[in-house]
Nanobody, 126 residues
Framework: VQLQAYGGGSVQAGGSLRLSCAAS????????MGWFRQAPGKEREFVAA???????????SYADSVKGRFTISRDNAKSTVYLQMNSLIPEDTAVYYC?????????????????WGQGTQVTVSS
């Protein structure tokens, strides 16, 4: 599986962005997909994940820091996972990565994922 993330950019605090991650391969629906981020000088951290689902409505999990502001979703027909980010704050500034693993369980740690996209920069100014 190859992943390509896009949609990052620069916004002011309170603004919104939607990240997309397009996946190659015919087994996308069977992959748990996640978003992680890494700010300068910090470790990569979990943001959100969505479990595999044939109906594109898998269960989700969010980091406490983004809960209520970010929404992860997937469209199996387009082999794409999205991260809708609302009410952005400067602390959300980071490179955002999408990742996938062919497992049932939602992964919360980077080491649980087998495939990674190249990352897309999100910058939130105050």
């Amino acid at each position: 599986v190859q992943l390509q993330a896009y949609g990052g950019g620069s916004v002011q605090a309170g603004g919104s962005l939607r990240l997309s991650c397009a996946a190659s391969g015919r087994t996308f629906s069977s992959y748990c997909m996640g978003w992680f981020r890494q700010a300068p000088g910090k470790e990569r951290e979990f943001v959100a994940a969505i479990r595999w689902s044939r109906s594109s409505s898998g269960s989700t999990s969010y980091a406490d820091s983004v809960k209520g502001r970010f929404t992860i979703s997937r469209d199996n027909a387009k082999s794409t996972v999205y991260l809708q980010m609302n009410s952005l704050i400067p602390e959300d500034t980071a490179v955002y990565y999408c990742a996938g693993h062919p497992g049932i369980r939602i992964g919360l740690q980077p080491e649980e994922y087998d495939y990674w996209g190249q990352g897309t920069q999100v910058t939130v100014s105050s």
